[in-house]
Nanobody, 125 residues
Framework: QVQLAESGGGLVQPGGSLRLSCAVS????????VSWYRQAPGKQGEVVAT???????NYSDSVKGRFTISRDNVKNIVYLQMNSLKPEDTAVYYC???????????????????WGQGTQVTVSS
């Protein structure tokens, strides 16, 4: 399994942007799929974006048109560009490798694949 480390979270005003990074130890190209998952207190978790090795991207309806997932195979980093942020985007964001294949809500955080430690994103004025 690869090891993952997220960064780039912080406090941003509504309408602002952030770019999250997920550094992958080892070769990211060995992962069939990478994903971003978020968890807010008292809410169901959600897979917001997935990116396959072949370049197929999927987004949850809640972020479609605002978030973009991408991958740098040379630097072994997965990114999540988040634009037009809303207060409801406030959550801890985790990246995952080879564990999450479907976007959408989850009643509990899945245990499959490799996970990072998470990075807090707070959208507030």
């Amino acid at each position: 399994q690869v090891q993952l480390a997220e960064s780039g979270g912080g406090l941003v005003q509504p309408g602002g942007s952030l770019r999250l990074s997920c550094a992958v130890s080892g070769s990211i190209s060995s992962s069939r799929i990478v994903s971003w998952y978020r968890q807010a207190p008292g809410k169901q978790g959600e897979v917001v974006a997935t990116l396959t090795r072949g370049g197929l991207m999927n987004y949850s309806d809640s972020v479609k048109g605002r978030f973009t997932i991408s991958r740098d195979n040379v630097k072994n980093i997965v990114y999540l560009q988040m634009n037009s942020l809303k207060p409801e985007d406030t959550a801890v964001y985790y990246c995952n490798a080879d564990g999450l294949y479907l976007v959408g809500s989850y009643s509990s955080r899945p245990t499959f694949g490799s996970w990072g430690q998470g990075t807090q994103v707070t959208v507030s004025s």
